[in-house]
């Protein structure tokens, strides 16, 4: 793709700030952020303002016959994905969806199977899988320094208080799972490979909220590897680790462990080495969110670069799906106590 990439913005909440710095940050890459658009106009004005972002919209479907968008990226929750979605599609705009996917694997699939037959390019902003301290375990891995990884356990366990700033959490139908359970079962994917079936228990320890507040779910991959992935939004240890994500990865020659505070201990040989695997603080970024707000813009590179390549993203909505089918298992599993093989696209 030639000159700039013409990149909307749909969905000016919290989170969209981060989305907003990146496409800033990235104008000398080839991103040029041409329209916001919000349902409400306060949000939609402001992130104009503050961006300097040209034009703004309460309308997307204005946004999109006005703007001669290529990149549209999608920063709504996910009961909103789906129409969106296909409306880029039908308009044969590049598109990334923020995770969760969809609130269902019908609307998962309906997304990825109209995006292919169209020809256009769908993505989700599965913004863990380019967390800069889980692309180093990844890398470590894939180096052979352990061997061939055959067990592993990654955690995501906090009391930190979501709930002020994403207070509809409180009143969803399937809670921890679909919000934080995909980013981690993501990643056991990218550490232990394609996973052959699922076992998880789920539990609600706050009884404000409707739905399931931590799960355990236990993997066999295809290797013959097990993985244990557990997640909480009910964890009181002190100090709270938050937000970072915590793993052991075990060979039959080494472990790679992360600790708190963003170093991974490797072990090979009989000997262990310490490797910083900190994100760096960018101008816009604060601690203890800047690993989480340094994977945006990695993940908004990586969709700028891809879609200017012509080429399809690692998190492409294919690949989404087979950490999507993760999700809709574990909750299967939970429901019925058995452990369930995932479905399979196409």
């Known amino acids: 793709m030639a000159g700039k990439t013409r990149i909307g913005l749909?969905?000016?909440?919290?989170?969209?700030?981060?989305?907003?710095?990146?496409?800033?940050?990235?104008?000398?890459?080839?991103?040029?952020?041409?329209?916001?658009?919000?349902?409400?106009?306060?949000?939609?004005v402001a992130a104009a303002r503050d961006f300097n972002v040209p034009r703004w919209y309460t309308s997307v479907d204005e946004m999109l016959d006005r703007e001669g968008i290529d990149l549209l990226d999608?920063?709504?929750?996910?009961?909103?994905?789906?129409?969106?979605?296909?409306?880029?599609?039908?308009?044969?705009?590049?598109?990334?969806?923020?995770?969760?996917?969809?609130?269902?694997?019908?609307?998962?699939?309906?997304?990825?199977?109209?995006?292919?037959?169209?020809?256009?390019?769908?993505?989700v902003h599965e913004n863990f899988r380019f967390q800069t301290p889980l692309m180093k375990v990844a890398e470590a891995i894939r180096s052979g320094e352990i061997g061939e990884p055959n067990w592993a356990r990654i955690a995501f366990r906090t009391g930190y208080d979501l709930y002020k700033t994403q207070p509809y959490f409180?009143?969803?139908?399937?809670?921890?799972?679909?919000?934080?359970?995909?980013?981690?079962?993501?990643?056991?994917?990218?550490?232990?490979?394609e996973v052959e079936h699922v076992y998880c228990e789920t539990q609600r320890r706050n009884q404000k909220v409707k739905?399931?507040?931590?799960?355990?779910?236990?993997?066999?991959?295809?290797?013959g590897a097990v993985s244990v992935v557990d997640f909480s939004y009910e964890s009181r240890k002190l100090p709270d680790p938050?937000?970072?994500?915590?793993?052991?990865?075990?060979s039959a020659t080494g472990a790679i462990v992360i600790e708190p505070g963003?170093?991974?201990?490797?072990?090979?040989?009989?000997?262990?080495?310490?490797v910083d695997i900190g994100a760096p603080l960018l101008h816009w970024t604060s601690k203890p969110w800047h690993v989480a707000?340094?994977?945006?813009?990695?993940?908004?590179?990586?969709?700028?670069?891809?879609?200017?390549?012509?080429?399809?993203?690692?998190?492409?909505?294919?690949?989404?799906?087979?950490?999507?089918?993760?999700?809709?298992?574990?909750?299967?599993?939970?429901?019925?106590?058995?452990?369930?093989?995932?479905?399979?696209?196409?």
């Not at 989170?15 to 890459?29: G, I, M, P, T, Y």
């Not at 739905?211 to 290797?223: K, N």
């Not at 963003?262 to 310490?274: A, D, E, V």
């Not at 590179?301 to 574990?330: C, F, I, Q, W």
């Open 293 to 346: 707000q340094e994977s945006v813009l990695i993940t908004c590179r990586h969709m700028l670069e891809r879609v200017r390549a012509g080429k399809p993203a690692d998190t492409s909505a294919a690949d989404n799906l087979k950490t999507y089918a993760l999700a809709e298992a574990a909750y299967e599993s939970a429901a019925t106590g058995r452990a369930v093989v995932p479905r399979r696209f196409p």
């Open 170 to 193: 409180y009143d969803e139908d399937r809670f921890i799972i679909l919000d934080l359970g995909v980013h981690t079962l993501d990643i056991a994917r990218v550490f232990m490979g």
């Open 74 to 123: 999608i920063a709504t929750r996910m009961d909103t994905h789906r129409a969106l979605v296909e409306k880029a599609i039908a308009a044969g705009i590049a598109t990334v969806v923020q995770k969760p996917f969809a609130p269902r694997w019908e609307d998962a699939v309906a997304m990825t199977t109209a995006a292919e037959r169209a020809g256009v390019f769908l993505a």
């Open 10 to 44: 749909v969905g000016c909440g919290f989170f969209s700030r981060n989305h907003l710095h990146s496409w800033q940050d990235l104008s000398a890459e080839g991103a040029e952020l041409v329209a916001v658009c919000d349902i409400d106009p306060e949000k939609a």
């Open 242 to 250: 938050f937000p970072e994500t915590l793993a052991e990865i075990e």
């Open 211 to 223: 739905a399931e507040d931590t799960a355990t779910v236990m993997l066999r991959h295809v290797s």
């Open 262 to 274: 963003l170093t991974m201990n490797i072990t090979s040989g009989g000997k262990m080495r310490t």
